[in-house]
């Protein structure tokens, strides 16, 4: 998606070992307008697809997730990272942060991600899919099924793309980044 890409350029930087920074306009402040048209853009790609529900993780999926799900009218639901005293019927997942280099455990209450549910994950970042793969693995614990990956930015570089793609997962990604080398950004096509 060209905008998205030309706005990396503008206003993204690289920091040490492959991460992007995009917290003025994607993960801690945000740019709604830009949020909606990649919204827009991921209902366009997944047009034809069976989604229920949009399913992301906390904190920097839940935009772009809402703003989906708004289009689709259909609910969203983020996986915690933290097990809320008060929640019963837990289904729970441990991932491994690239970014934060640990384990940590997402979940999801099983009232709100059940049998027969096509669903939709929606997330920020694509690096080496552990975050996908702890929701593919909360998924198939609930009896749900994940019909469709869409990513703002996957990092090609990394695993994630590869291993969701050969599990025969329709994933699509907004901005597809084939390098940070020597903190230049470069886009794969
Ligand atoms: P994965 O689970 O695919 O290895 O990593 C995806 C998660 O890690 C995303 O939800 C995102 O929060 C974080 N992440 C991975 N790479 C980057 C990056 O380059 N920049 C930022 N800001 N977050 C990243």
Redesign the pocket.
């Known amino acids: 998606m060209r905008e998205l890409k030309e706005r990396i350029l503008k206003d993204g930087c690289c920091l040490e070992g492959?991460?992007?920074?995009?917290?003025s306009f994607i993960?801690h402040q945000m740019d709604a307008g830009l949020m909606m048209r990649m919204a827009e853009e991921f209902v366009r790609r997944f047009k034809g697809t069976e989604i229920d529900k949009v399913v992301t993780?906390e904190a920097?999926?839940i935009a772009p997730a809402v703003m989906v799900a708004y289009l689709l009218d259909v609910p969203a639901v983020f996986a915690k990272k933290k097990v809320p005293s008060t929640m019963s019927g837990i289904l729970k997942s441990e991932?491994f942060?690239?970014?934060k280099s640990r384990s940590y455990n997402i979940c999801i209450s099983d009232k709100y991600l059940t049998k027969g549910e096509k669903c939709l994950f929606i997330?920020?970042?694509?690096?080496?899919?552990?975050?996908?793969a702890g929701i593919l693995d909360l998924a198939s614990q609930a009896g749900a099924e994940i019909t469709g990956m869409g990513f703002l930015i996957e990092?090609s570089f990394?695993r994630?793309g590869e291993m969701l793609r050969s599990k025969g997962i329709h994933v699509e990604s907004l901005a597809i980044i084939e390098s940070l080398d020597n903190c230049e950004i470069r886009f794969n096509e």
């Not at 492959?18 to 917290?23: A, E, F, H, M, S």
């Not at 997330?123 to 996908?132: E, I, S, V």
């Open positions: 492959g991460i992007l920074k995009v917290d993960n993780v920097s999926g991932v942060s690239f970014t997330d920020d970042f694509l690096a080496n899919g552990n975050a996908a990092k990394q994630g």
